[in-house]
């Protein structure tokens, strides 16, 4: 069975600072990864995805993550935090199959606080 | 990106009633619509696969007479909530992938429903 572990429940950083949400996933084949990002009383919006090729991928609003097999982690970073960063993270996994609506699996989420 | 709208945004009901919610995808038909409730401060977990012209596949543990899933079109599915309690309150999201890139495997989700159930 598929599944996502977010350890850090709940991070406070500095705007400006650097950030990293961590995520292990696991998997018994090839791993579809995904980061979704949620504010408060709203939908889930991609950041970014990874199946194949490059194993640190670039995401929007500035946001990367990095696929590492050994570690089975999709940890996502970001340089330098603005205020408006503050959310709910989610990282989720999937099978990566063709011509199937396959599900994906979600981890427990990490909120981001940011102070200014 | 592909939208998906979800309606209503927030619905106050009375215990024992029923409510409807409607998930659409707005520019892309959606052979495959998959429903989750969200708890506060939690994750989301998946309740049921809407399938366009069959059944849905519920996930175990969810009562598939307690939330009646209809997925009549390719840019409509609708959850309801049967004779709805308290403990039904929650914030329902609905999530779609666009039939014609299968192989993404990216979900566009509404923005969610908010449910209470007084």
């Known amino acids: 069975a598929q599944s996502v572990t977010q350890p850090d429940i709940h991070i406070t950083v500095s705007e400006g600072a650097s950030l990293e949400l961590r995520c292990n996933y696991s998997?018994?084949?090839?791993?579809?990864l995904f980061w979704y990002v949620q504010s408060p009383g709203q939908g889930l919006q991609l950041l970014l995805k990874?199946?194949?090729?490059?194993?640190l991928v670039q995401g929007i609003k500035g946001f990367e993550a990095e696929f590492k097999r050994s570690q089975s982690s999709f940890n996502l970073r970001k340089p330098s935090v603005h205020w408006s960063d503050a959310a709910e993270y989610f990282c989720?996994?999937?099978?990566?199959?063709?011509?199937?609506?396959?599900?994906?699996?979600f981890g427990t989420g990490t909120r981001l606080q940011v102070t200014l | 990106g592909a939208v998906v709208s979800q309606h209503p945004s927030w619905v106050i009901c009375k215990s024992g009633t029923s409510v409807k919610i409607e998930c659409r995808s707005l520019d892309f038909q959606a052979t495959t619509m998959f429903w989750y409730r969200q708890f506060p401060k939690q994750s989301l977990m998946l309740m049921a696969t809407s399938n366009e012209g069959s059944k849905a596949t519920y996930e175990q543990g969810v009562e598939k007479d307690k939330f009646l899933i209809n997925h009549a079109s390719l840019t409509l599915s609708t959850l309801t909530v049967t004779s709805a309690h308290p403990e039904d309150s929650s914030f329902y999201i609905c999530?779609?992938?666009?039939?014609?890139?299968?192989?993404?495997?990216?979900?566009?989700f509404g923005e969610g429903s908010r449910l209470t159930v007084l």
């Open positions: 989720a996994v999937g099978p990566y199959a063709t011509g199937t609506a396959s599900k994906l699996t």
């Open positions: 990874y199946f194949s090729g490059d194993t």
């Open positions: 999530s779609a992938r666009d039939s014609r890139g299968f192989s993404t495997g990216e979900l566009f």
């Open positions: 998997y018994g084949a090839t791993p579809y």
